[in-house]
């Protein structure tokens, strides 16, 4: 498997508070991706990275943010949870002119 | 903007039958094509790609997929179904032209069962 690791797998939390989810990879590839997967609708790109300090919305960005201080590790922000974003999550990570690598997901809850 | 159609978000074959799943593009450039693989309660694992050397394209567990620039299409078949091969399966796009545009547009997925 693909050096990547996503934290935590499951995570139960209330309405209104902040979430962040991490993404840590150990191939050192240039790009990183957060998508979100929901019935019917695959998955959607939410924000991805192109380079330390280097990042950009997706098609599903608000209330989301990331940040990406170093190569290995990229973080996913809810700023303030809603029942909207309870889902499963998937980083993923990409070098140039090659396949993505996925990580087992995380399944996030928000009551 | 690059996007994916796959047509039929549920197939369901007999075991030893043929699986057609059925994927069309559209992009502004010549793509990078990827058929992924989801099964229950695990992340995506890829099947098979097209970088552009053969159009014909095999992968992982017996599948392959064509790509006919054409038709904009990237099916993916397998000429004998197995239990094993139920799954969720994604077609997906990626822009050549690097930078940010390497990232992928996925399709809504084909959910394939297999009957005994």
């Known amino acids: 498997d693909a050096g990547i690791t996503q934290s935590p797998r499951h995570k139960v939390t209330e309405t209104g508070t902040p979430v962040t989810l991490r993404c840590h990879q150990t191939?050192?590839?240039?790009?990183m991706y957060w998508y979100r997967q929901d019935p019917g609708h695959g998955l959607r790109l939410i924000h991805y990275s192109y380079g330390v300090k280097d990042t950009d919305k997706g098609e599903v960005s608000d209330g989301y943010s990331v940040s990406r201080s170093k190569t290995e590790d990229f973080l996913l922000t809810l700023e303030s949870a809603t029942s909207s974003q309870t889902s499963v999550y998937f980083c993923?990570?990409?070098?140039?002119?090659?396949?993505?690598?996925f990580g087992q997901g995380t399944r996030l809850t928000v009551v | 903007a690059q996007s994916v159609t796959q047509l039929g978000s549920h197939v369901s074959v007999s075991e030893g039958a043929l699986v057609l799943l059925r994927c069309n593009y559209s992009s502004s450039v010549p793509p990078y094509l990827f058929w992924y693989v989801q099964y229950p309660n695990q992340g995506l694992q890829l099947l098979l790609k097209?970088?552009?050397?053969?159009?014909l394209v095999k992968g992982i567990n017996g599948f392959e997929a064509e790509f006919k620039k054409s038709e904009t299409s990237f099916h993916l078949t397998k000429p004998s179904a197995h239990m094993s091969d139920a799954a969720e399966y994604f077609c997906a796009v990626s822009d050549r032209s690097g930078g940010s545009n390497y990232k992928l547009t996925f399709g809504k997925g084909t959910l394939l069962t297999v009957n005994p």
């Open positions: 191939e050192n590839h240039r790009y």
């Open positions: 993923a990570i990409q070098g140039s002119h090659t396949e993505a690598f």
């Open positions: 097209y970088t552009s050397a053969a159009t």
